[in-house]
Nanobody
Framework: VQLVESGGGLVQPGGSLRLSCVASESDSSADLMAWHRQAPGKKRELVARINDDSTTMVGDSVKGRFTISRGSAKNTVYLQMNSLKPEDTAVYYC??????????WGQGIQVTVSS
């Protein structure tokens, strides 16, 4: 199973982007989907996650601005990013996990927030 991220790019501060992550095959083994990001020179950090029961959690740095959701087929996860700031610039990665362990992950997609 491969995860493919899309929707990244260059956006001005205050703008919005919607990231998508689609699994190449239908696989219901994941019980958690998540987005992480890594900025240059910084550690990878959890941005948001969504459980199998659709419970969500977003990190403090993006709370109120980012929303995670998933498709009904459970092979797609989205990250809606609003009010983007330059500090949101990073490579964003999606993960599918089971029992807290990553089972699939994407190659990452660049998001750049700059005027």
């Amino acid at each position: 199973v491969q995860l493919v991220e899309s929707g990244g790019g260059l956006v001005q501060p205050g703008g919005s982007l919607r990231l998508s992550c689609v699994a190449s095959e239908s696989d219901s083994s994941a019980d958690l989907m998540a987005w992480h990001r890594q900025a240059p020179g910084k550690k990878r950090e959890l941005v948001a996650r969504i459980n199998d029961d659709s419970t969500t959690m977003v990190g403090d740095s993006v709370k109120g601005r980012f929303t995670i959701s998933r498709g009904s087929a459970k092979n797609t996860v989205y990250l809606q990013m609003n009010s983007l700031k330059p500090e949101d610039t990073a490579v964003y990665y999606c993960y599918f996990l089971r029992d807290g362990i990553p089972i699939y992950w994407g190659q990452g997609i660049q998001v750049t927030v700059s005027s």
